[in-house]
Structures are given as C-alpha cells and as structure tokens.
C-alpha cells in the first residue's frame, strides 16, 4: 500500500506541474495580447475594468473574478478541483510577474500587432487545454465553459464565444479598453480551443473533472490502508 500512496502523491505532484506550465503559457498568452495592443481580451477588459475603478491590481482583479466564478458554480454543484485553485492564484500571478518583466513590448507596425494577437490566441488556447486535460478541475473560468457545455448541446467553444461577448460587454461598461482585436478574440478563441482539444484528442463533455473532495477522498483510502 505505500507503494500506492507514493504513487498517488507522484501523480499529484506531476499533474499539478502540468497544471502550472498550462498555466504560465495561459498567462503568457494573456500579456500577448495585452501588448498587441488592439484591445483586451473579454476577460482582461472586465479584469482592468475592475482594476480601474478599485485599488486591486490587475492580476489581483483575475484573482477577484476567478474567486466570484467559483461561488456562482458552487450553484451547479460544482466543487472546485485542485486545478480550480491554482488557477485562481497563478495565472493572476504569473499575469503580474510577466508585466512586471517587460519582456514584450507594443508593435509600431499592425502586421506585428496581428501577428502577436494570433500568437497570443494560441497561447492561450494550448495554456487551457495543457491544464483542463490534467483533470483536477478546470480554472473558474472555464468551470463556467464546462458546466454550460455538459449542460447544453452546444461545443465548449460555442459556449465560450458566448460569455466572452456577454464579459465584453460588462468590462465596457466598467471603463475596460475594447478595441478591434477583442471582438477577434472573443469569435475565435473559442474555435481555436476547439481544435486544440480535437489535436489532443480531449473531449471535454466525456471527461470527468476531479474535485478537491473527491481527491482527499482517494488519498484518504490509500492512508488508511497502509
């Protein structure tokens, strides 16, 4: 039986790993299209459209949402996983860090800004997919995407497109830059994580999302056997 716990414990600790790379290329992504300067993506309007009319920064205000999001899928009786958590914190965090390092900076030339928007979409699609496909939960967002997908006859793209124009919307009113490039995020992230999926063969409806419950619970029946 130790051999089972300390496999358990490999397996938490690999999955998790994967979990924060999905995570840091989500949040690598994001700081993409922050730069290409041709509006933010739906989300990033509602996060800075928050941030501007609080003291939160703006990774501090992803953290603030993703925690919100959480409460409101408490609604569908849907527990946060492990992955659920760490998205909560580290891709705000990794967010912040990116920013702070300066590493990109905003194309003079709109072929480069495209061509970094395009980038930054991709990004963000191969983050999510590396991360949700580890099945410990899926970040708060896209908890949202998935209990609407297992719920609707609607693709976890379809759904995503949907309430990325309805957070557009919201981070508008709240002062959060929209411009050009967010409409194209928001039509084509979805699609794009489509294909992503359909490349690494992951079915988001056939695939269940462990909880934190369920996860104490497996390591709660190796403990007491060993």
Request: with cysteine.
């Amino acid at each position: 039986m130790k051999d089972l716990y300390i496999a358990f414990i490999k397996e938490l600790v690999y999955k998790s790993l994967r979990i924060l790379f999905g995570l840091f290329i989500s949040a690598l992504g994001t700081v993409l299209l922050i730069n290409a300067d041709l509006g933010l993506n739906p989300w990033n309007v509602l996060n800075q459209g928050i941030s501007l009319n609080t003291s939160l920064t703006f990774g501090q205000a992803a953290q603030t949402v993703g925690l919100c999001i959480v409460l409101c899928c408490s609604f569908f009786k849907t527990v946060p996983g492990v992955g659920t958590l760490l998205n909560m914190f580290f891709i705000g965090f990794f967010v912040d860090i990116l920013n702070q390092l300066s590493l990109f900076s905003v194309p003079q030339n709109m072929i480069y800004k495209l061509l970094m928007l395009a980038c930054g979409i991709i990004a963000f699609a191969l983050g999510t997919c590396f991360y949700i496909r580890e099945n410990l939960g899926a970040g708060p967002r896209d908890t949202l995407m998935v209990v609407l997908c297992k719920r609707t006859r609607f693709k976890a793209g379809t759904i995503k497109v949907g309430i990325e124009l309805i957070v557009i919307f919201i981070g508008y009113l709240l002062g959060g830059k929209v411009g050009v490039g967010s409409l194209i995020i928001a039509l084509t992230v979805g699609p794009v994580l489509n294909k992503v999926f359909s490349i690494f063969n992951y079915d988001v409806k056939k695939n269940h999302q462990e909880n934190i419950i369920e996860t104490f619970n497996r390591f709660k029946s190796i403990a007491n056997n060993i």
